[in-house]
């Protein structure tokens, strides 16, 4: 089983996540966005972080990656798609108001379907570029657990205004990918509370078959 743990860090309030198999203590750091000794402090004793995933190169995932990996070792993945954004680092802090950030060194390059090991839990990862190109989340089958990234909000879905976004992507890859995941799986997304994808699919406004109309205007 997978023990999941957040804190919600920087100017756009991101959530960091630490997941840890139960038996093994092996965890995964998923979106260390920055106030890296919070993100940190959310590993319990016994507990190893052996992976950090940024779901995507925006600077509120990433702050803290350069750190997490200096304290942990352990690799720093990023989808290829995003590697602009990780290049304009510098650039996004200044524009969004983070101090000065440095940018981890990539050791992974995840692709659509790669599995992964944490412990015992089997995860995959899923591509899904409209947020931006190089967005990914990661679900765990047994678990019935995504983690969403900012694709998939509770009642909502990511901005695609910035550059590289694309609205149709992003509908295409909700539809397409994340809604046949299962109606049961519930997600913890980059922003805000968890969800559940039988809800989204249904009422979410903006990618839902049945929009609540109202509701968010
Ligand atoms: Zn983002
Ligand atoms: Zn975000």
């Given at each position: ?159 695609t205004d910035l550059p590289g976004g694309d609205f149709d992507a992003l509908h295409a890859s909700i539809t ?36 609540r109309r109202g509701r968010f205007l």
């Open positions: 089983m997978l023990v999941v743990r957040n804190a919600v860090v920087g100017p756009f309030a991101a959530n960091a996540y630490v997941a840890a198999c139960d038996r093994t203590g092996e965890a995964l750091l998923v979106d260390p966005g920055g106030e890296t000794a919070r993100v940190l402090a959310l590993v319990e004793p016994g507990w190893r972080v052996v992976r950090i995933v940024c779901t995507h190169g925006h600077i509120d995932h990433v702050a803290g990656a350069a750190e997490a990996k200096e304290a942990t070792g352990a690799p720093v993945s990023l989808h290829a798609g995003d590697a602009g954004w990780l290049e304009a680092l510098p650039r996004q802090a200044e524009m969004f108001g983070f101090e000065p950030v440095v940018a981890p060194a990539v050791d992974h390059h995840p692709g659509d379907g790669e599995s992964f090991r944490v412990g015992a839990s089997e995860g995959r990862v899923i591509h899904t570029p409209g947020h931006s190109p190089g967005s990914i989340c990661l679900f765990f089958p047994q678990e019935r657990l995504l983690f969403s990234g900012d694709t998939l909000f509770a009642g909502s879905v990511g901005r397409g990918k994340l809604f046949p995941l299962g109606d049961d799986v519930r997600f913890l997304p980059g922003h805000g509370p968890a969800g559940v994808v039988g809800e989204e699919r249904l009422s979410n406004p903006f990618v839902g078959e049945k929009p």
